[in-house]
């Protein structure tokens, strides 16, 4: 088996048995919507038309993303982070936090 396949197989078994992954590149993708708008509605759908018919690879590209690139994931996680501050904050309002 060459060694692109062996990769990609490790990509689609890690996106598919480690929902955390599929998750960071669901916050990549809205992240990428957060910068770029509008041009990002319709290669998302595009993903979610496609469905499990493509390999995570494949559909990354089709937003532009490159699963290999870390700044993805990284993206993702600062994506999550905001959340997270954001979650934070409404628990301080509402007298659940420090």
Known sequence: MSRSRLRRQRLEQT???HPTAG????????RKYELEGESMVEPYLDV???GGSKT?????EMV??????R????AGIDALA?????AEALAVDVG???
């Not at 700044?71 to 990284?74: E, L, Q, Y």
Request: aromatic residues 10%.
């Open 15 to 17: 996106l598919e048995n």
């Open 56 to 60: 995570p690879e494949e559909l990354a």
């Open 23 to 30: 998750f960071l590149f669901a916050l990549s993708i809205f």
């Open 96 to 98: 659940l936090g420090e």
């Open 48 to 50: 979610l038309r496609a």
């Open 64 to 69: 532009g993303l490159d699963l290999t690139d």
């Open 82 to 86: 905001v959340e997270l501050d954001e």
């Open 71 to 74: 700044r993805i994931w990284d």
